[in-house]
Structures are given as structure tokens and as C-alpha cells.
């Protein structure tokens, strides 16, 4: 696949720990899983990285023929106007299902096939990965089990369908916030007592190694083609890449082969919710900011950046967006941020919102309100173009939400709401 | 309270380790269960620092840990509640990482296990640290004779066992079917099978997850034990319970319970199939 690989690629010997991107990364999890993590290892090493029994082909041959791949880098002629420089929207919500999801989702059912494991298991949050590895196991004949908050299966209705009508069992998680992080808790629990049959599919850059490595692997394609998209329609490199980030994957994917590109401004848009900060007494933040504004700790797997308390317990993140509500972030991308090689920088819910309306209204595409936060970033950006932003996925499952929040909001780039009142 | 004392309390027989989740309901009522547990017969005490993301435990000790955090109880508690037992057993302090890290300044581990043997904690159990990662923490405890105890699990391969025996102090926690915590109505096959495959050392092997009752203590004593863990069962006695004296009463019924499964057990006396030790 390509050809710039990190020390993590490399660095699996026995007895040490796995996976750092500097202080970041690494393997912590249950002993139960540790076996399973090193066959996996191995099995990413020799399919993925390797391409034996011509795993890497079949898999571009699959993302071309089932996912729709290559998708289009496209000129924004309206928002390249608006902003004076020239703008450029990395298509990912053009391919199948509808979000970059499918990208990771693909490619690791596609190896746990190969693998010889039977079952695939999910957590999902706003159910794009979820909704993704449901497809995947069935284009490919897995069974899947989906873990979903209760909160989020309320909220994001059409999707849990949509996972059950592709023959996904969906379990609902009922603890905590009923939100990603319990249902990430309860897939590593399934997992811990499913593994040697089961393959856990995680949706992001996030987990124990070699997770973060293999996802950004599967996401890179993106940025592999959207610099060869440039080179041919730019003529060069674009002066930055700017994408949302929530766990990272569409971040990681969109980035991944411009980080050796010293001219590329990389930005990374979290959400800033309602307000930045971590409210200690009530074990909540407002935001989902952990890159810019997290501090280092464990969770899932992973030495990362998070949104915690004081004394370590994992806070509830929110975000406008179910798919960056995470309080947590991919380890590289952490490590990125902090050798100055990735710009953290944060977008508010409205300003989300707002974009959502705009590219709608000036462009004729419902961006995901996870993308909106990457193309809201615009407003602030003061540096040179062509900067190329990732359209991380398509808005439709959004449009409840969307209409909810708009109404309190009286924006003036959305339509008017009155209609909607009935 | 040190590292060897864990060892020790192994010493005259298969150990009883019982497991409850501190500050469930409340800091006093945990006094006083650590208590009824040791008047019950517990060899040695697993106390559990709860963490939001408990991803090793079973719904159980979830809700143990929910209530213990609801109710208001964080590390530094935790360490002043051990400083006021009074029980002559090692307590051993099971958590996740993050908890550790984030205690004191910075990003390392050294501050809370120095505070934990000031406080008389004599071990430690971080289920979400495998030996790959736990080189800094060995070497805390190290320096501060403190027990750093490590979980072999039914999927553990010889070459792991092998690498975490020598990383390993106090005992060696045998977790005895996949999954997560949680009282089960059976004894797994893994169980002796886990045991089997466990080379003789110089530390005692303590079979855990799914406890619940006098006969798995016994059939898990003859299967080549030589201590019993229990937790979910517990944390069930304390969620259940009407009053914290009737909580207590009952966590000393069960603990004795399971002392007396232990001493049912018939020395070298194996059930099928036959173990090694």
C-alpha cells in the first residue's frame, strides 16, 4: 500500500511494547487479548504490508468495484470566491455508503476473512462504521454483531435500519451516557471473551496496535489519491489539507501522505461543541476538543489525548455531531500535533451548523456534520490556497438533527425553518 | 504492609481473595465489609479503585463501580480509606492505568504507587496493562516493595506465561474462562486447564472470574489452586443488601462460605482431568 510507513510499522519485536508514535500508542488491554492483538499484528504485516496471497489487490480491486473509488477532488467555484483562494472538496462522501467509513470497514472484513475468522463485531456511535461494517459483512457473507449506545440508537434511527436490513444484529449498550465509549467498552468486552473466532472491526485510528496503524493504512488511500488529484488538476501540492477530526480516521486517511510534504498545512478541525474545558464537578465537557485541549492518559487500548479529569476518569464529550462526540483521539495523531506537524484548531456547534447550510446552499452538497466542522474552519483560515478540504461524508443522516438545531438557532444560512413546523 | 506479605498470606494453605469495589456505597460501609471479610476468613483483600472505563469487568462490578464513583469516591480517598482499616491481610489495589498515571504531576506512575505504600497498599492489579507495557511500573513497585500482580488468561500462550513470570510479584492471578468478570453457576473446563499449563514457581497460582460458591472453591483448591479470587459475588451481596449491617453480615457468610469450600478441598486430591500439581 503506501510507501511511507511509521517506526509503529516496523517495531513489533517480542517483549516490547508495540505501536508508539513517540509517547503515544502502544498496547493496553486485557491480557485475554493480547494473543489476538499479536495475530492480528501479524496478520496486518503480512496481508497488508506485505500483500501476501495478493490481499492488497484484491482490496483495491473491491474498494474500486463495491466502494466506488477513486472519488473526485472538485473545485468549490462559489467558496473559492468567497474566500479568495481556490478551494477544493475531497469527495469522500460520494462513496459508497455514504462516508470514508468504508474504506477502513473493507479492508479490515476483508482481512479477518482472510484471516479464517467468522464473526465480526462493531462499535459504533453516530452508526456510519457501524452502518459500513454492516455492508462490508454482508457483500462479504460475515456474520456482524453492532454495539450501540442507547442514546444513539434514539438519535440515529435510520441508520440502526440500515444496519439491521444489511442483517447486522445491533445490540444496544444501556450503561453510562449510552454513547461511543460504552459501546467501545462493550465490543473490547465481547471481544475479550469471542476472540478466537471473532474479528473486532474499531472505526477509527484508535485501539491497541496495531489498530492506529492499520486504519490510517485503510483511510490513507484518500490522501494517496488526492495528492495524485492535485499534482494533476493543481498542477502541485495544495497549500494545506484541512479535515475534521473526532477518533481520526478521516483525518489520519486525508493527511497520511502529506505529512513528508513539509509545504502542506495540515489542520485538524475538532469539535468545540458548546465550549471548550473539561466542567470537573460534573464530569462532562462541553466540547470534543481532546488533540487541542485534552491531556495524555489510557483509554481504549491506547496512550493518547483525552478529555479526563483531574484524577483520570474518562469525562462525557458532547458535540453537535455524534460522529466527533468522542473523548478521545488516534495516538499518531496526537504525536503529530505535538512535533508541530498538525495544527489542532476547533470549531463551535453553530459554526458547524452554518457551514452545513452554506455548502448546501453555495455548492449543492449536504456535507455530514462532521465534515461541516472541516469546511467551517474555512472562515478562520488566514493562510494561502489551493487548500483541499475533506468532505468526509454526506449529511442526509444528519437532517433531523440539523432542522432540531437550527430552529433554536435562527442561523442566517439556514433556510427558513417555518415549514418545518407543522 | 510489603510485596513478600502477599506471598505469605499463600503460605499456611490455599488464600481466600475476596474482591469489593471501595466506596460502594461509601467509604465507612467499605470499612466495615473489609472487616466482615476478613472475620469471614479472607487471606487477603482486593479492593477495587473504580474508573470510569472498566473495560475488564462484567455488568456486576460495572454497577459497583458506578455507585462507587456516584457516590463521590476518587484515589485519594481511596488511599486515605486503606490508611484506616484496621486488618492484619495485605490489601491489593485492583484499577486501570489511567488512574495511576493521572495521580500527582506529570505523566508517570511512581507518585501513586509511593502514595499507595504509604497508605499500605501491598499490591497492585491493572487489568488493562499487559507486561508489555508495564516496565515503568514494575520498576515503582520495585522501588517501593510494593506486589505487582499480573492476570494469565485462558488465551495466554507459553511464551507469555513465560514473560510474565518474570515480571510477576505477590501471586499470579489465573483468570479462569474468557470474558470479563462476572459470578458464574460453574467451574470452566479452562480452569484446570489454565492450571495444567502453569509451570511450578515460586509464586501462588489465585484462580478468578466467575467464584461464586463453596463448591467451585473446592473444585478450584483440587484442580492445583492455591487461592481462590471472588468479586462479583460480592459487589451482588453489597448492591442487594437492605442495610450496610446486613451487607456485612452476609459478605461474612459468604466469604466463610467459601473458606470452608476451600478446606472441603481434599489435599492433592484432583477431579478430571488431572493436574500437575
Not at chain 1, 121 to 147: F, N, R
Not at chain 1, 259 to 279: H, K, N, P, Q
Request: a negative charge; charged letters at 25%.
Amino acid at each position: 500500500m503506501s510507501r511511507r510507513e511509521t517506526a509503529a510499522d516496523a517495531e513489533t519485536n517480542a517483549g516490547a511494547s508495540a505501536g508508539k508514535f513517540g509517547r503515544y500508542g502502544g498496547q493496553y488491554v486485557p491480557e485475554v487479548l493480547m494473543p489476538a492483538v499479536e495475530e492480528l499484528t501479524d496478520a496486518y504485516e503480512r496481508y497488508v504490508l506485505e500483500n501476501e496471497d495478493g490481499f492488497v489487490d484484491d482490496f483495491r480491486e473491491r474498494l474500486r468495484d463495491f466502494g466506488g473509488r477513486p472519488t473526485p477532488l472538485g473545485r468549490a467555484d462559489n467558496l473559492s470566491e468567497r474566500y479568495g483562494i481556490d478551494v477544493y472538496l475531497k469527495r469522500e462522501d460520494l462513496l459508497h455508503g455514504g462516508a470514508h467509513k468504508l474504506n477502513n470497514a473493507l479492508g479490515q472484513v476483508l482481512l479477518a476473512k482472510y484471516m479464517g475468522k467468522e464473526r465480526i463485531i462493531a462499535e459504533t456511535g453516530a452508526g456510519q462504521h457501524g452502518t459500513a461494517t454492516a455492508m462490508a459483512a454482508a457483500y462479504l457473507d460475515m456474520p456482524c454483531e453492532i454495539y450501540m449506545g442507547r442514546t444513539d440508537i434514539n438519535r440515529q434511527r435510520p441508520n440502526v435500519f440500515r444496519m439491521r436490513t444489511h442483517g447486522a444484529e445491533v445490540n444496544p449498550v444501556t450503561v453510562g451516557s449510552g454513547t461511543l465509549k460504552e459501546a467501545t467498552n462493550e465490543a473490547m468486552r465481547d471481544w475479550a471473551t469471542t476472540v478466537e473466532n471473532t474479528h473486532y472491526v474499531i472505526g477509527s485510528v484508535v485501539g491497541p496496535h496495531p489498530f492506529p496503524t492499520m486504519v490510517r493504512e485503510f483511510q490513507s488511500v484518500i490522501s494517496e489519491e488526492a495528492r495524485e488529484q492535485a499534482r494533476e488538476q493543481l498542477g502541485g501540492l495544495p497549500a494545506a489539507v484541512i479535515a475534521c477530526a473526532g477518533g481520526g480516521s478521516n483525518t489520519m486517511g486525508a493527511f497520511h501522505e502529506f505529512v513528508g510534504d513539509e509545504d502542506v498545512d495540515l489542520y485538524a478541525v475538532e469539535a468545540g461543541g458548546s465550549g471548550l474545558g473539561v466542567e470537573e464537578s460534573e464530569n462532562y465537557a462541553p466540547n470534543s476538543a481532546s488533540l487541542g485541549t485534552g491531556s495524555v492518559g489510557v483509554l481504549h487500548g491506547a496512550k493518547t489525548k483525552l478529555l479526563q479529569t483531574v484524577e483520570g476518569q474518562i469525562v462525557e464529550s458532547h458535540s453537535v455531531s455524534a460522529g466527533l462526540d468522542y473523548a478521545g483521539v488516534g495516538p499518531e495523531l496526537a504525536h503529530l500535533v505535538d512535533e508541530g506537524r498538525v495544527t489542532p484548531v476547533n470549531v463551535g456547534d453553530d459554526a458547524a451548523l452554518a457551514a452545513f447550510h452554506r455548502l448546501s446552499r453555495e455548492e449543492g452538497i449536504i456535507p455530514a456534520l462532521e465534515s461541516s466542522h472541516a469546511i467551517a474552519y474555512l472562515e478562520a483560515y488566514e493562510g494561502d490556497g489551493p487548500v483541499i478540504v475533506n468532505v468526509s461524508g454526506r449529511g442526509d443522516k444528519d437532517l433531523d438533527t440539523v432542522i432540531e438545531e437550527s430552529e433554536k438557532r435562527d442561523l442566517d444560512e439556514a433556510p427558513d425553518m417555518e415549514v418545518f413546523r407543522a | 504492609m510489603s510485596a513478600d506479605d502477599v506471598t505469605a498470606a499463600f503460605a499456611d494453605g490455599p488464600a481466600l481473595v475476596p474482591y469489593v469495589v471501595a466506596g460502594d456505597p461509601s467509604a465507612d460501609a467499605t470499612e466495615r465489609y473489609v472487616e466482615a471479610l476478613v472475620d469471614g476468613g479472607a487471606d487477603v483483600i482486593e479492593l477495587g479503585l473504580p474508573f470510569s472505563e472498566p473495560i475488564a469487568d462484567g455488568p456486576t462490578i460495572q454497577e459497583g463501580i458506578r455507585r462507587a464513583l456516584d457516590a463521590g469516591m476518587t484515589p485519594e480517598r481511596y488511599l486515605d480509606l486503606v490508611r484506616d482499616l484496621d486488618v492484619d491481610v495485605p490489601v491489593v489495589c485492583m484499577t486501570y492505568y489511567n488512574l495511576l498515571l493521572q495521580y500527582g504531576e506529570g505523566d508517570e506512575v511512581e507518585t501513586f504507587v509511593e502514595a499507595a505504600a504509604d497508605a499500605g497498599v501491598s499490591g497492585l492489579i491493572v487489568p488493562d496493562l499487559p507486561v508489555e507495557e508495564s516496565a515503568e511500573l514494575e520498576a515503582a513497585c520495585e522501588a517501593h516493595d510494593v506486589a505487582l500482580i499480573f492476570i494469565v488468561a485462558p488465551t495466554t500462550t507459553a511464551e507469555r506465561v513465560e514473560r510474565i513470570l518474570g515480571r510477576a510479584s505477590g501471586f499470579v492471578y489465573v483468570q479462569a474462562r474468557m470474558g470479563t468478570t462476572g459470578a458464574r453457576t460453574d467451574v470452566s473446563e479452562d480452569t484446570y486447564e489454565s492450571l495444567e499449563r502453569l509451570p511450578e514457581g515460586d509464586l501462588p497460582y489465585a484462580v478468578g472470574f466467575g467464584v461464586s460458591e463453596r463448591e467451585h472453591a473446592r473444585a478450584i483448591v483440587e484442580g492445583g489452586a492455591d487461592g481462590v479470587v471472588a468479586g462479583s459475588v460480592f459487589v451482588d451481596i453489597v448492591a442487594e443488601a437492605e442495610s450496610v449491617e446486613a451487607a456485612a453480615a452476609a459478605l461474612r457468610e459468604k466469604a466463610a462460605e467459601l473458606t470452608a469450600g476451600i478446606a472441603d478441598a481434599t489435599p492433592g486430591g484432583a477431579p478430571e482431568p488431572e493436574t500437575t500439581k
